[in-house]
């Protein structure tokens, strides 16, 4: 228990304003229970409730905030600016790893896979863009996360419909080329990938929406991923790759697909995954021995180290 001492006060962030504010607020419990239990002077600190200058005083934060506000280099900015370490990735790397295109832009920039895209609007000429990508597509918002927004199209005329939900949460929304195949999450951990985990979800769901996610309690987890040794390696280290090039570092998520040929692309980065119990990073820390006490602690400790971020 005294080993905990080193960390000081620590504040876990969670809430916040984004779309995704109930799973951030069920995620950073789970991490404040763990942390609680190992005997850390932690407290839960919600910035939609106080303000953010009540964060002086605390020695270090672990940031358990998804979706903007948390995850897109905001809240890194104010704890930068109060001289407070926190968890994950620093300031430019959340705020590229938050927009889509962005990290497209650099992934393609950095010769790694990733699906061709083309940023929509309803101005869009929508049969140059199903000429460029074919059918199916995936509609997304380029600054959500957790899937919110998100629409398969499978036929033009659903097209509009797809574009007015993605819109409804960000002004800026992306087209981009369906992949039919597996799909794969690999978590980072101190800046190392987790075993690879093989997303199933039940064949009444077109992909891991949000609802499969969090909701759900028949979306089967892969750990083995069912890939070959080899396969596996070179998934991993391709995610590595992206998590680094995107400047993401400490913690994290690469979603990922193969295709039927074989091949691999990048989804997206994810700089604060889930911590809840449907959440992938603890399921791929199990497997390597972590309980989710002992996860929480590993996090923690990237705080006490100066790591350029």
């Known amino acids: 228990m005294s080993d905990a001492a080193k960390f000081g006060k620590v504040a876990v962030l969670f809430g916040g304003k984004s779309a995704e504010r109930e799973v ?5 419990q789970a991490v404040l229970d763990a942390l609680l239990r190992s005997g850390v002077d932690a407290h839960g600190f919600d910035p939609q409730q106080q303000p953010v200058t009540e964060l002086v005083g605390f020695d270090r934060a672990f940031i358990v905030l ?7 280099g905001q809240i890194q900015g104010v704890l930068e600016w109060l001289n407070i370490p926190y968890t994950g990735t620093g300031v430019q790397g959340s705020a590229i790893g938050m927009d889509k295109v962005k990290t497209k832009q650099i992934w ?3 010769e790694l896979p990733t699906a061709p895209y083309r940023i929509v609007s309803a101005e869009t000429d929508l049969n140059a863009v199903i000429a460029e990508l074919g059918l199916p597509l995936i509609i997304k918002p380029v600054h959500e996360g957790s899937s919110v927004g998100m629409s398969k199209v499978e036929k033009a005329e659903d097209f509009a419909a797809a574009l007015a939900k993605a819109t409804q949460h960000d002004a800026v929304v992306m087209a981009e080329k369906w992949i039919t195949g597996r799909e794969f999450t690999i978590s980072m951990l101190n800046n190392q990938p987790l075993p690879v985990i093989r ?3 039940p ?3 077109a992909f891991y929406d949000y609802e499969a996610k969090y909701q759900r309690n028949d979306v089967e987890y892969g750990i083995p991923c069912g890939l070959s040794e080899d396969d596996e390696k070179q998934l991993q280290q391709l995610t590595l790759r992206a998590f680094q090039a ?13 295709d039927q040929q074989g091949k691999f692309w990048l989804l997206e980065v994810n700089t604060v995954p889930g911590m809840t119990s449907h959440s992938l990073v603890p399921k791929a820390a199990k497997a390597v021995g972590y309980d989710f006490d002992a996860l929480c602690l590993a996090i ?3 705080t006490l180290t100066d790591t350029a971020r």
């Open 246 to 258: 995107v400047g993401a570092s400490g913690w994290g998520r690469i979603d990922a697909m193969q």
């Open 66 to 72: 998804h979706g903007r506000g948390g995850e897109d």
């Open 300 to 302: 923690l400790e990237q």
């Open 199 to 201: 997303l199933q979800p």
């Open 24 to 28: 951030s607020l069920e995620s950073g």
């Open 203 to 205: 064949a009444d769901v």
């Open 108 to 110: 393609q920039g950095s």
